[in-house]
């Protein structure tokens, strides 16, 4: 059994149920800029988890020189999950990359400091999961704040997950 990986594979079950409740949100309201919410919209938060998984999990520690999400390119909930799809590839493929050697130190350089940065995988897997929770936080109070009943995002127990594993993987 991979640990990370069965934990990876639970935050996935908490981002299903997510993009399950983003889906009966009005489309406008999706990508509507709210003033006052740090990054302005629920579509530009999913966004920036995407390009954190991406720069920190894809360009720091895979050294991977492919592009990151950008805002323009998401206009819905489906072209996220597509997003996300790669996201979880590019995961997993860091988790058997780095199989055995969390403890392993990475050092390379960040783009916006001039010095090397030493990191662990541990490090960098805990920070994407972090902010993608940090972030889920914002993405339900703006929609709150939108006029949206929210769900329960919490990490899902395993009756949750069974409870929603009819949810399709896309609306």
């Known amino acids: 059994m991979n640990v990370f990986k069965e934990q990876y594979d639970l935050i996935k079950h908490t981002r299903k149920v997510l993009f399950h409740f983003c889906e009966t949100i009005e489309q406008e309201d999706y990508i509507k800029e709210v003033d006052g919410y740090g990054w302005g919209s629920i579509r530009n938060l999913h966004v920036h988890i995407a390009e954190c998984y991406q720069s920190w999990i894809g360009r720091f520690a895979l050294e991977t020189s492919e592009p990151v999400v950008k805002e323009s390119e998401v206009t819905d ?32 350089v960040v783009s916006w400091k001039e010095e090397e940065e030493e990191l662990s995988p541990l490090w960098l897997l805990t920070h994407t999961i972090t902010h993608e929770f940090h972030h889920k936080g914002q993405i339900v109070t703006l929609a709150r704040a939108l ?14 997950i069974n409870r929603y594993l009819d949810y399709p993987e896309q609306g």
Do not use: A, W
């Open 77 to 108: 909930v489906n072209e996220m999950r597509k997003i996300f799809e790669r996201v979880d590839e590019l995961v997993y493929r860091f988790l058997d990359e780095y199989d055995e050697r969390f403890d392993e130190k990475i050092s390379r």
């Open 147 to 160: 006029g949206y009943d929210p769900v329960d995002t919490d990490l899902l127990t395993p009756s949750d």
